[in-house]
């Protein structure tokens, strides 16, 4: 039997592993898979389209769907997701709340990414600071110099401006040129060990399931994409990419939750599976239109707010048409 031979682009998390050893497979396929970081992932995913399946940004992909300028199409496997109030960094010797923000300068690496959008989010809904009271200063968070991957039209009222030559945002923040700082990752250099910078949440724990309990928001980071021409060539191909990812996600949730010989190189593994099925619920990382609504919609909706998308997108258009079904065997 000839099987569809597939370049695949994901990060080295758990819930991928057994599909990159090969304990699970993608029915009828035979794919080659490259364990990369998002960043270069993302980059050449939206530059050159040089991977069949590839793990996309949210928010990027978004941006171009909403053109319908994309050369992939997403199915809901959410690679990752993370509550985002970790991501907020201030000047802790100028800012003691959320509401200190307006007005102020944060640092962020690109405008765009998925992770400044959320934060966005619960700047705005939260605390009142909208995307047009600060101004935000893009730049490379550990090397100068980070532009947009893609070419945005922000609203007039978005103020943005770059790092000046030669400066990182961690330098800035670390100097106090800047007032906050807000990157899927955290700043480096001096700015880690800078006593004046900190989470701009003291308990960003505490906060987030706060956050969880009022919304029901699990923000999501990254969907997998497939590139359009082979999802209309082999119609079967989005579903069975759907299949194989969630069984991959079971298999490391079945391992986690073995703790006879932890699987994982962290202490209170039990207590920290047992609280978040407390917080999230059974499915804590569901896959899936159905139980991720709430949080797709709310996305797609600061999403346009924020001047990224060019229109809103309804959830029902988001994914693959096949893809919104689920079955049980």
């Known amino acids: 039997m000839n099987r569809l031979r597939l370049s695949v682009a994901m990060g080295d998390y758990d819930r991928n592993r057994a599909l990159f050893d090969g304990r699970t497979q993608i029915d009828g396929c035979d794919p080659v898979y490259m364990l990369l970081s998002p960043e270069e992932m993302f980059f050449r995913?939206?530059?050159?389209?040089?991977f069949d399946i590839t793990e996309l940004s949210f928010s990027s992909y978004l941006v171009k769907h909403s053109r319908g300028d994309c050369p992939y199409i997403a199915v809901?496997?959410?690679l990752s997701r993370a509550f985002r109030h970790t991501s907020i960094y201030v000047r802790k010797d100028r800012i003691q709340r959320?509401?200190?923000?307006?007005?102020?300068?944060?640092?962020?690496?690109?405008?765009?990414l998925t992770a400044i959008v959320w934060a966005r989010s619960i700047l705005q809904d939260d605390h009142g600071i909208a995307p047009e009271d600060v101004t935000w200063v893009r730049g490379g968070i550990d090397t100068p110099g980070r532009p947009e991957k893609i070419k945005l039209q922000l609203p007039p009222g978005v103020k943005i401006e770059d790092a000046p030559e030669g400066k990182t945002i961690s330098d800035l923040l670390n100097e106090g040129e800047i007032d906050g700082f807000i990157a899927p990752r955290p700043p480096s250099g001096a700015a880690l060990h800078n006593p004046n910078v900190g989470w701009l949440f003291e308990d960003p724990t505490t906060v987030a399931k706060d956050y969880y309990k009022r919304t029901g928001i699990f923000p999501i980071m990254h969907?997998?994409?497939?590139?359009k021409e082979l999802a209309e060539q082999h119609r079967w191909l989005p579903g069975a990419?759907?299949?194989?990812?969630?069984?991959?996600?079971?298999?490391?949730?079945?391992?986690l939750a073995d703790t006879s010989a932890t699987k994982v190189t962290l202490p209170f593994v039990e207590e920290q599976l047992?609280?978040?099925?407390?917080?999230?619920?059974?499915?804590?990382?569901?896959?899936?239109v159905g139980p991720n609504r709430r949080t797709l919609e709310a996305f797609s909706r600061h999403?346009?707010?924020?001047?990224?998308?060019?229109?809103?997108?309804p959830v029902d258009e988001m994914f693959h048409p096949s893809t919104y079904e689920s079955y049980s065997i």
């Open 45 to 50: 995913a939206m530059r050159s389209q040089d």
């Open 76 to 78: 809901p496997v959410f």
């Open 98 to 112: 959320p509401e200190d923000l307006a007005g102020k300068r944060i640092g962020i690496p690109e405008y765009q």
């Open 223 to 227: 969907v997998v994409g497939i590139r």
């Open 241 to 255: 990419v759907v299949k194989a990812f969630g069984e991959s996600k079971t298999r490391a949730l079945e391992l």
């Open 274 to 288: 047992k609280a978040a099925r407390e917080t999230l619920g059974a499915d804590f990382w569901s896959y899936g």
């Open 303 to 313: 999403h346009f707010g924020q001047g990224l998308s060019s229109r809103q997108v």
